[in-house]
């Protein structure tokens, strides 16, 4: 009886063990399941103490220690909302102004005073095929409505060294880190420099990032990148909006992406991410990233002084008997041919077939059409046109590389550098947008045009992808929600980096060649003074949603989407003057 009595008890105490052991079970379980990862991006650079405060108690982060500007901790799921905080010294704290929605997975890597992650952007509408040869890899590098950061980080005196001297060619090695919303890449070793040519001259720069070549080193397939710096675009959007269209138009180009960028402890601001035309570039874009393509030379355009300042050598093919004058760095060998081509003469040969092919023979479109993928070129010209590019071939023979397509033998045209469009730049609004796309300032100045528009069929399709290309994109209806979800992107980190000190101390044109005075006799011919001092000494910025919508006051950069209005209704207008069509 007692004995039994004593089991029951027994019994009863164990059954209460297992069940309070249960319950304290179900509680551990529900408490691990409770604690989620917070990540977020400080843009402050160096170190500071980050919280996550849940509902509103804080939970400290910490700073990872290969990723430095990124702060990650656990902490409960939230009831209600969550926001980040950072201490700014002793008893004084920022925490975010807006709450962040509760979520019950570990959050994507955000950044601190950015109240999203991943926005949804309109996008534009493919207006012609892509042309035949491309075969682009798909990528993540551009994601479209994210903005990555990217932390450089390295020796500061080296660094300090390169700003310094920005003229100077120096390469600085780097580790960088890239941290995208859901996803994290370091690399390290990385060569760093300053590029560009007269963007060396301002305060912000602009960057080439050249990763090492050893097998899975890339990110997401590419090694060469540029980080633009946005110069001289108070709009933000020359570029992205400029690469949007040439990819809706079909072209082989690179794609445009925001990044944030932080060197060592210091926030550099926001940045355009494109790529570089460089090894790997080439197979990314026409071979579907295949390691054993066999790729062709590819030539870039740099507008080139000769020696001494007098005789320009162009970079606007045309042919020179004086086979030196090639020589002058107007035409720079951007990539080698795999089979070992690494020499002008292919290019040299070109704007001798330029200069002297046949334009009124019956076979003469069959023979341009062997040596160039012309299409490529109309189309290319036709958006230099619409988009008012100052300084692409038609206005400065400028900006543009030839790829010799191994497959076809033919060159590809692709265009680079938009970052003076939309009416930005050196030549006259109002004589890039009379609607009459020949009044373009040097249209017919340059030999590869003048030759082509002596063939009724180039010239017949010239025309036909003006009009195509400004119906179907190159007009406000399809532009305007881009540009709008665009600048509704990046109107924050605008204000941040507008409120950023610079690296550089910049430095005045004159200063260039030794404070030479420019004799008017050399300023080219589709320089438009007035506006070419204008954008030389605009001294004050306009402010974002301006310098997008105008009117800005600004001769050398007049609101993007007045341009585009302008551009777009006098080209219509032009053309139903001229066919009596209506569209
Ligand atoms: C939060 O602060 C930013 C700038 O610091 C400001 O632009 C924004 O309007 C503020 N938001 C709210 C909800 O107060
Ligand atoms: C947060 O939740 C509210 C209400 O459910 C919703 O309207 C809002 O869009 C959410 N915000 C974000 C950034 O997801
Ligand atoms: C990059 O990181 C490696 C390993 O942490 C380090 O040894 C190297 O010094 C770093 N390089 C630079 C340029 O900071
Ligand atoms: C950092 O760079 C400076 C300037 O280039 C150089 O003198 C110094 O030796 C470098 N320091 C290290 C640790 O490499
Ligand atoms: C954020 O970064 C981590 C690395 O710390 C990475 O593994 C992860 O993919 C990113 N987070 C999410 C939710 O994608
Ligand atoms: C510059 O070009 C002009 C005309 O082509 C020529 O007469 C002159 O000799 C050239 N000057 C120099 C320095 O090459
Ligand atoms: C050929 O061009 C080079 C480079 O511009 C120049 O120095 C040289 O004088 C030119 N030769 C002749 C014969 O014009
Ligand atoms: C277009 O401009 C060119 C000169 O740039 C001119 O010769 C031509 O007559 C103009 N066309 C029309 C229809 O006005
Ligand atoms: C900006 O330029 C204007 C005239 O171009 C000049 O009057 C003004 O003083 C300049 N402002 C600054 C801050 O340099
Ligand atoms: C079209 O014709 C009208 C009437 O002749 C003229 O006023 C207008 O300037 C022309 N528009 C363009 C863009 O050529």
């Keep these: 009886m007692l004995c039994n009595l004593c089991n029951s008890l027994v019994l009863i105490h164990c059954t209460s063990y297992i069940a309070v052991f249960a319950v304290f079970a179900v509680v551990s379980a529900a408490k691990a399941k409770d604690q989620i990862t917070y990540s977020v991006i400080s843009l402050e650079g160096g170190r500071q103490d980050i919280?996550?405060?849940?509902?509103?108690?804080?939970?400290?982060?910490?700073?990872?220690?290969?990723?430095?500007?990124?702060?990650?901790?656990?902490?409960?799921?939230?009831?209600?909302?969550?926001?980040?905080?950072?201490?700014?010294?002793?008893?004084s704290m920022k925490t975010e102004n807006f709450s962040r929605n509760k979520t019950e997975e570990s959050t994507p890597n955000e950044t601190f005073g950015r109240p999203w992650n991943t926005r949804v952007l309109s996008k534009l509408k493919s207006a012609l095929p892509p042309i035949p040869s491309i075969d682009r890899i798909k990528s993540l590098l551009h994601i479209d409505g994210e903005i990555a950061t990217i932390h450089l980080s390295g020796n500061q005196s080296a660094f300090d060294n390169m700003h310094n001297n920005p003229m100077e060619e120096s390469l600085v090695a780097a580790n960088v880190s890239y941290i995208s919303p859901h996803g994290i890449h370091t690399f390290s070793n990385v060569e760093l420099e300053i590029s560009g040519l007269s963007s060396r001259t301002f305060r912000k720069l602009s960057y080439n990032i050249k990763l090492k070549k050893k097998a899975k080193n890339h990110l997401y397939g590419y090694r060469r990148l540029k980080l633009r710096a946005i110069n001289n675009d108070d709009s933000y959007i020359r570029e992205s909006i400029g690469y949007d269209i040439v990819k809706a138009a079909g072209l082989a180009a690179t794609e445009f992406s925001y990044v944030r960028v932080i060197m060592n402890d210091r926030p550099l601001g926001l940045f355009g991410l494109i790529e570089n035309y460089k090894d790997p570039w080439l197979s990314n874009e026409f071979a579907?990233?295949?390691?054993?393509?066999?790729?062709?030379?590819?030539?870039?355009?740099?507008?080139?002084?000769?020696?001494?300042?007098?005789?320009?050598?162009?970079?606007?093919?045309?042919y020179?008997?004086?086979?030196?004058?090639?020589?002058?760095?107007?035409?720079?060998?951007?990539?080698?041919?795999?089979?070992?081509?690494?020499?002008?003469?292919?290019?040299?040969?070109?704007?001798?077939?330029?200069?002297?092919?046949?334009?009124?023979?019956?076979?003469?479109?069959?023979?341009?059409?062997?040596?160039?993928?012309t299409e490529s070129f109309l189309r290319c010209i036709a958006l230099e046109i619409l988009l008012g590019f100052s300084d692409g071939y038609i206005g400065t023979g400028n900006n543009y590389y030839l790829y010799l397509d191994p497959k076809t033998q033919r060159y590809i045209y692709l265009p680079s550098d938009l970052d003076l469009i939309f009416g930005a730049g050196f030549i006259s609004t109002v004589s890039m947008t009379t609607g009459n796309y020949s009044d373009f300032p040097c249209f017919h100045l340059r030999p590869l045009i003048a030759k082509m528009m002596q063939i009724p069929t180039f010239k017949t399709r010239l025309e036909e992808l003006i009009v195509e290309i400004t119906k179907r994109l190159y007009n406000l209806k399809e532009l305007e929600n881009r540009i709008d979800d665009v600048v509704d992107m990046i109107e924050e980190d605008v204000a941040w980096d507008c409120s950023l000190p610079r690296v550089s101390k910049g430095l005045i044109l004159g200063d260039i060649d030794g404070s030479e005075e420019y004799s008017l006799s050399l300023i080219p011919p589709m320089v438009d003074i007035p506006t070419a001092l204008n954008l030389f000494t605009k001294n004050e910025t306009i402010p974002l949603r301006v310098a997008v919508n105008g009117p800005t006051g600004h001769l050398a950069s007049p609101g993007v989407k007045e341009f585009i209005k302008w551009q777009s209704e006098n080209t219509m207008e032009f053309w139903h003057n001229t066919t009596g069509e209506i569209f």
């Design 51 to 91: 919280s996550v405060v849940v509902d509103t108690i804080s939970y400290p982060l910490l700073q990872s220690a290969q990723v430095p500007v990124l702060y990650t901790g656990s902490a409960p799921i939230a009831s209600k909302d969550y926001k980040y905080s950072m201490s700014t010294g002793r008893n």
């Design 288 to 318: 579907n990233g295949n390691v054993k393509y066999e790729q062709g030379i590819l030539y870039q355009a740099v507008y080139q002084v000769d020696n001494g300042n007098v005789n320009i050598t162009l970079s606007d093919l045309s």
């Design 320 to 373: 020179y008997q004086n086979i030196t004058k090639y020589e002058t760095g107007a035409y720079k060998i951007k990539a080698d041919s795999t089979n070992g081509i690494a020499s002008l003469d292919p290019l040299i040969e070109f704007t001798k077939f330029i200069k002297d092919a046949p334009t009124d023979t019956p076979n003469a479109v069959h023979i341009w059409n062997k040596k160039l993928d």
